[in-house]
């Protein structure tokens, strides 16, 4: 038995030795399977950023300012795991470097709030260098939106058809200014081997 377990460390052992780890080009195209991956993600966010980016109506908004907006998140209706917060960050990262829209995040808030409340009340900040409180822009719209998928499987064929929808809307008069949706269909056929 004690000969069996060294073997299997050692086994073990050799086989995580040679092994080797290597970079990747994160923009290449994953297709290791028909779950939800970094090459949808691109796409999704890709796709969003561009279409929000060349609506007239808000083209036309982003010539006389730059809105500030703040995402309200984006609901996962599949039935997946899907780092829903890495695809909003890829869209609120593109979208700030165009240099058209500023982003608030409601998220940080109670950090900020207690920056402030060290740097006024605790006594231990220059009242003179201290930053006012008061002076935080408002948000003009919010962006939402959801991500569904069908799944169909028959055995042999695995089909599985993901929809992204994201929306912006003008926060003072509760009109929707903008919608898109991104579709994704990936198929997967099983060998007829069944590997």
């Not at 609901?75 to 899907?82: L, S």
């Not at 900040?125 to 991500?147: C, R, S």
């Amino acid at each position: 038995m004690r000969r069996a377990v060294v073997s299997l460390c050692l086994v073990t052992l050799f086989l995580t030795a040679c092994s080797t780890v290597k970079y990747g080009d994160a923009q290449a195209t994953e297709t290791v399977n028909t779950d939800f991956g970094s090459t949808d993600l691109q796409a999704i966010a890709h796709a969003m950023v561009q279409d929000l980016l060349q609506f007239p109506p808000m083209v036309a908004v982003t010539q006389r300012e730059r809105p500030v907006i703040f995402i309200d998140g984006i609901q996962n209706n599949t039935d997946e795991h899907i780092d829903m917060q890495s695809i909003t960050d890829s869209i609120q990262s593109d979208l700030i470097q165009s240099g058209k829209y500023r982003f608030v995040d409601p998220d940080a808030l109670n950090r900020v709030k207690a920056q402030f409340n060290y740097q006024t009340k605790s006594g231990l900040v220059d009242p003179a260098k201290a930053v006012q409180v008061g002076k935080h822009l408002g948000a003009k719209y919010m962006l939402y939106g959801n991500m569904a998928s069908i799944t169909k499987n028959d055995g042999h064929t695995r089909d599985v058809y993901y929809k992204f929808t994201l929306k912006l809307m003008d926060l003072s008069t509760g009109v929707l200014e903008w919608s898109s949706e991104k579709e994704i269909r990936k198929t997967r056929k099983r060998a007829i081997l069944g590997l």
